[in-house]
């Protein structure tokens, strides 16, 4: 899984390194997303199966409101593709196919072409083991996407965790 998100992100030259740059580069000042510490019970499935799956999120209260929508599209994109376990991928297709995906003009801001990626992640999750029934879980790579988010924002100086760190997240992770 490493190496098919890894392969992506290098046919389309992205770095960890370029998206901080490009981050930094599209991002406003300081207008973080509006953060909502009581959607727990609106996401109560998709945090549900990451208790139950051990993911340790330090704190969920941390979380935007597009970076906890982004996790719970995250476990209906698995669903939807008959995939029981929760990765990096279903993350991925999730912050770039939100409405007004920053992650996706970010792409854009460096000449990448968002619907090709996007393209090549819909591959990926379509190669992924489909099952039917039993329980979605977190797998280890994307547990530890979300144990990090929190980390990386606060190396960055922020308070929230936004779909920015996912993503930044998420390619660290990827690395061979």
């Known amino acids: 899984m490493k190496k098919k998100i890894t392969e992506i992100a290098c046919a389309t030259s992205v770095s960890s390194a370029s998206m901080t740059g490009a981050v930094a580069a599209i991002a406003e000042p300081p207008q973080m997303e509006e953060p909502t510490p009581t959607r727990i019970d609106v996401l109560e499935g998709t945090f549900s199966t990451l208790r139950s799956s051990h993911a340790m999120i330090k704190n969920i209260n941390k979380f935007t409101q597009n970076s906890l929508q982004a996790v719970q599209n995250c476990e209906k994109i698995a669903a939807d593709n008959g995939n029981q376990e929760l990765a990096q991928e279903h993350l991925l297709y999730a912050l770039l196919t939100q409405d007004d995906s920053l992650i996706l003009k970010l792409f854009e801001k460096m000449n990448i072409q968002g619907q090709l990626f996007i393209n090549s992640i819909e591959q990926a999750i379509g190669k ?48 061979p």
């Open 128 to 175: 992924r083991p489909k099952v039917q029934g039993g329980q979605a879980y977190v797998g280890q790579d994307l547990n530890n996407v979300l144990i990090h988010a929190e980390d990386e924002a606060k190396r960055m100086g922020d308070e929230y965790v936004s779909v920015e760190h996912l993503f930044l997240c998420n390619a660290e992770v990827c690395k």
